[in-house]
């Protein structure tokens, strides 16, 4: 389900997904497919981890790769959820034949 709300999603971002919602910051951007797809493959994630423990390994690996970029937007970057997210969201057919776990192998790289 999309919603539009413009106060829950961060400064600077134009989406985010909480599971089972897709929350946009402006009407506009409804018609972006690869940010829809972008935020659905991050369901899929969430969806995979049971919610609660995709958020908990989301804030760890941050905090991680922060420390280690010591830069808040290339720590964000190189999470692996957002790794997969990024480099398939113009994959509109991914969702449908995405391996479980996927994400894993964006751990590294």
């Known amino acids: 389900m999309i919603v539009v709300f413009k106060y829950l999603v961060p400064k600077g971002y134009t989406g985010i997904s909480i599971y089972p919602f897709i929350i946009l ?4 951007i409804l018609s972006s497919k690869t940010l829809i ?3 659905k493959i991050h369901l899929r994630q969430q969806l995979e981890l049971l919610v609660v423990p995709f958020y908990l390994w989301y804030v760890l690996e941050f905090l991680i790769r922060l420390v280690h970029y010591k830069n808040w937007h290339k720590a964000y970057l ?4 957002e790794r997969e997210a990024y480099t398939k969201e113009f994959d509109f057919e991914y ?3 995405r391996k479980f776990w996927s994400f894993i192998k964006y751990i590294c790289k």
């Open 25 to 28: 910051n402006n009407r506009a």
């Open 37 to 39: 797809n972008h935020e």
């Open 78 to 81: 190189n999470i692996s959820f």
């Open 95 to 97: 969702l449908k034949h």
